[in-house]
Nanobody
């Protein structure tokens, strides 16, 4: 079973950047699609981005398109989320997830088999 641990969250001013990491252990992530979700205070968890097994295919939620980039290093068993031009509305706990299905299923939480515990991102105005 794969275990996921997120890191890289913190406090940043609006317009700034952060890079989140999701380190996997227990088994290789090379056979999983991977995704990022976030949950803002008082709101439901929402899809942010997903990436296919090879890293060539990606999917993004509309609010982050053009600002966030998901990538993966299968050799290092790690997934990344580069977040640029951050806005106060990006403030949330960010979670990493692994899916046994195609990356396109992740936005509807399809096939998810593991979650991390999250890392907090706070964007000040």
């Amino acid at each position: 079973q794969v275990q996921l641990v997120e890191s890289g969250g913190g406090l940043v001013q609006a317009g700034g950047s952060l890079r989140l990491s999701c380190a996997a252990s227990g088994r290789t992530i090379s056979t999983y699609s991977m995704g990022w979700f976030r949950q803002a205070p008082g709101k439901e968890r929402e899809f942010v981005a997903a990436i296919g097994w090879s890293g060539s295919a990606t999917d993004y939620a509309d609010p982050v398109k053009g600002r966030f980039t998901i990538s993966r290093d299968n050799g290092g068993n790690t997934v990344y989320l580069q977040m640029n031009d951050l806005k106060p509305e990006d403030t949330a706990v960010y979670y990493c997830a692994a899916s046994a299905l195609s990356f396109r299923n992740i936005r509807v939480s399809g096939g998810l088999i593991a979650w991390g515990k999250g890392t907090l991102v706070t964007v000040s105005s």
